[in-house]
């Protein structure tokens, strides 16, 4: 059933509505993800270029979400939008069991990027089925069933994805066996009682072999991390902790796989996010920030010797759409521009020169920052009642600092009681002193 406004040809009419017309289109038909449906009211979004994004009344905003933290290369980049369009016209769609030089260029340019023992592409849908089949693949590589995962992390939501995660979405969502959590590094609420980096690090090595010996290491196939968990907070691991990970890994004959989703691409001003750790995993999983959420698509980079395991054993795992020629045109095309614009090293030099300092310069000034943490352009800003207790400000809170944020031309990244300061990889100096200027004055306007 369609409500008002009646379905009509987008290209001509999109200019021409309000968002108030669009909103009850949307309401009136759209199923959102992770809502209770009623009390819905989204955000009207007409168009984007770079870092901005503008609806259809003539309001445009500082897009620092980067959407759901995918848009890595900045809205409508104009030469992933000409790749797209050059691979609709000449091949759209093709079979998965095809060889296809689009696809195949993909898978290199992903390969060329990664660590030397990598040696295959695997593409899917998304990032979820990214994490289902790296765990499927470490299930039957090692012939165990058991994947360890961190509380405070997500993984997507499909069957074992869902169950790997470890937030509040896996309760109802929990029918996949073998998964078991583990806690992780985070300092400022640490699990462990640590007052250092070090201890942080030592103990929650210490409680990892521990649950690994527990749960009998002989039964366990993986490790699945996020390299910096993103949804639950940014949380950067305290040094040394991936690499003792890498480790037990070792001792115990377990898969490590990398959950580069969120955090891979030039997100945290590297290529993938483990490469400013001493460290290598087994299986890489990638998303959002590949091609920017321009098409859906995902995929696992796959080591050598995991590889080899099905060089003549079937490996039970595909999808109509995997390596789809338009996503991959998409790829190729970002992978490109990453290269030639230096997209990375941007990232990084605005996480250093203006990011970290002018959050920390925000947290001198405003108690209710609690911490800030980050690197490159994924950041985040814990907001607490009170430094010493630590107590997280309220729902009611957030919601107010959302609106002054929006009210000032910022689109915002909110969860639980922290901002996450995560613009596009291509934004500029000029842009993260504007929006520093809107966070600064959202915090002075919003009181606890
Ligand atoms: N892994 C991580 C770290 C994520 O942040 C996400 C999504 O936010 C996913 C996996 C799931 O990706 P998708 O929503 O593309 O299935």
Redesign the pocket.
Known sequence: MVASPAILDVAVTTAALSNAEVVALDRANVFHSWSAQKALNPLAIAGGSGSTVWDHDGNSYLDFSSQ???TNIGHQHPKVIAAIARQATSLATVAPAAANHVRATAAAKILSHAPSNMDRVFFT???????ENAIRMARLHTGRDKVISRYR??????GA?IAATGDWRRIPNEYSRGHVHVFGPYLYRSEFWSQSPEQETERALHHLRRVIEAEGSQSVAAVLL?TV???AGILVPTPGYLEGVRELCDEYGIVMIL?????GFGRTGDWFAFDAFNVTPDLI?F??GVNS?YI?V?GVVISGEIAATFDERVFPGGLTYSGHPIAAASIVASIEAFEEEDIVGNAARMGRDHLDPGLLALAEKHQVIGEVRGRGVFWALELVQDRETRTPVTAEYMGRIKAELFGRGLLPFIADNRIHVVPPAVVTAEEVAHALRIYDEALTATTI
Do not use: C, I, Q, R
């Open positions: 759901l933290v995918n849908n998304g990032g979820a089925d990214a994490n992390s997500y993984h997507g939501n499909t994805a996020e968990p993103g949804t959950d580069e989703v969120m955090a999983t998303a959002k959420g859906p995902g």
